[in-house]
């Protein structure tokens, strides 16, 4: 079958994306055919349409890692969902049958990708997905919410929750608050009764940071991020940093951590180089520690929490999916906070 699709066919800015109809198939043996209703941005997006030595495309390629929608089709073998069923679809690719995959951990699989990044994603009216990505919904979740949820939830669970060890009493320091990972960052390290400290460079975003549950807002653009959280915490340092922008600010995270803490980092988009000086890591006891995605499985400890509202992704801007030029642009150009998100009618 024939379906219409925003696809790259090279490398460029947000002008080499364009409408194509491309050939989908038939669901093959434990694969699902979703009818995407909404695909959600993330800085990958940008990255891989950017270009650069670790992507290996085949053209078109459609970007997109978090989509939601409904299943239209399923293949042999497929038994966890059915034709009609609401679902949000989870992003990380994995061989399923490795150690890691097998113990649970599939994010560390050597064979692990991310739709929308080495292989194929969900800027498409349909998908086809293996059977172990899909996640059934329920009726209430907005397609919109869904899509912005996976990718986002399951890094910053994995950071938060799995890496950080967050515990109540905490103090987190969470930079960069209005990416999405960091938006959901925050409110979970607020369910699980911390306290946090939420660093912005926009002055536009701090009012909504306190707005997704951050206690503080360092205003970094205006005020010394050392000394801020210095002051904020006493001189005795967060217990927990949650970092994705890497650079110099990772440099300074180092400087302010609390004895025995743990600085998690995810990301670079700040800078892939940062000088430590050693003395406060084994001094102070430092724990850094990388983190990326999460396992499949985190997604549905998460859902619950997605159902009830206790858990949201925050979704700024929704566009038609043939809007996908602009909504780039205005990832690119800083002017979000949390998600844009591509409806497909």
């Known amino acids: 079958m024939l379906t219409e699709a925003m696809v790259i066919e090279g490398h460029g800015g947000p002008e080499v994306l364009v409408k194509k109809e491309i050939e989908l198939g038939a669901a093959g043996p434990r694969q699902v055919k979703v009818r995407v ?39 042999p073998g497929v038994s966890n969902v059915a ?14 049958t490795c150690g890691m995959c097998l113990s649970g951990r599939d994010n560390l699989c050597k064979q692990y990708k991310l739709m929308g990044e080495n292989t194929q994603g969900g800027y498409s009216r349909h998908v086809i997905v293996p059977d172990v990505n899909v996640v059934k919904m329920g009726n209430d979740l907005p397609y919109t919410d869904a899509a912005a949820a996976p990718l986002c939830t399951l ?22 608050a209005g990416s999405g990972v960091s938006t959901v960052a925050i409110q979970l390290c607020k369910l699980l009764g911390a306290r946090v400290i939420a660093t912005t460079s926009s002055p536009e ?58 600085i998690v980092t995810c990301g670079a988009t700040a800078g892939f180089f940062a000088k430590v000086d050693l003395r406060h890591v084994f001094f102070r006891q430092v724990e850094i520690l990388g983190s990326t995605m999460g396992s499949k499985s985190v997604l549905l400890e998460a859902l619950p929490l997605l159902q009830t509202g206790a858990l949201r992704p925050v979704v700024d801007h929704v566009l038609p999916l043939w809007e996908a030029k602009r909504a780039h642009e205005l990832l690119e150009g800083r002017k979000v906070f949390g998600k844009v998100v591509l409806t497909v009618e």
């Not at 600010?249 to 004895?259: M, N, P, S, W």
């Open 37 to 75: 209703r909404a695909v959600a941005l993330n800085h990958l997006d940008l990255w891989v349409r950017r270009g650069g030595p670790a992507f290996k495309l085949e053209y078109p390629h459609r970007l997109g890692s978090d989509m939601a929608g409904e299943v239209e089709e399923v293949g």
């Open 83 to 96: 034709v009609g069923d609401r679902v949000m679809v989870q992003p990380g690719i994995s061989c399923q």
């Open 155 to 176: 890094t910053a669970w994995q950071m938060v929750v799995g890496k950080g060890q967050v515990r109540a009493g905490q103090t987190v320091v969470v930079h960069a």
């Open 205 to 262: 975003k701090v009012g909504r940071a306190r707005e997704v549950g951050a206690d503080e807002v360092i205003l970094t653009s205006e005020q010394d991020y050392t000394a801020q959280v210095k002051k904020l915490t006493q001189r005795e340092g967060p217990n927990v940093i949650i970092d994705h922008l890497g650079g110099e600010l990772l440099e300074k995270a180092v400087t302010v951590i609390g004895r025995g803490g743990r």
